[in-house]
């Protein structure tokens, strides 16, 4: 399975991105998703996540600003990002589960939020 995360870019403070992460493999029945920050100097961190439910989580900093949605028909999950600020710069990476042991990641597309 691969994932191909897309989308990110130089963006300045209150602008906004939309990643994409287009998986090789149908995502209907994936049981979770997430997207995770690595920014610099720091461990990755989870930014938001979606459940097959459809429940959705966000870190803190990422509530009312950051949405995941997914496209089950393109298989692409999504993270709209807005109101950006310097402090969401980073690689982000997402992550599909299709089981517990069948977890993948995508490589990552880069966040910069600079003016």
């Known amino acids: 399975v691969q994932l191909q995360a897309s989308g990110g870019g130089l963006v300045q403070p209150g602008g906004s991105l939309r990643l994409s992460c287009a998986a090789s493999?149908?995502?209907?029945?994936?049981?979770?998703m997430g997207w995770y920050r690595q920014s610099p100097g720091k461990q990755r961190e989870f930014v938001a996540g979606l459940v097959s439910s459809g429940g959705r989580n966000y870190t803190d900093s990422a509530k009312g600003r950051f949405t995941i949605s997914r496209d089950n028909a393109k298989n692409i999950l999504y993270l709209q990002m807005n109101s950006l600020k310097p402090e969401d710069t980073g690689v982000y990476y997402c992550?599909?589960?299709?089981?517990?042991?069948?977890?993948?990641w995508g490589r990552g597309t880069l966040v910069t939020v600079s003016s």
């Open positions: 992550n599909i589960r299709w089981s517990k042991s069948s977890v993948f």
């Open positions: 493999r149908s995502i209907f029945r994936a049981i979770g």
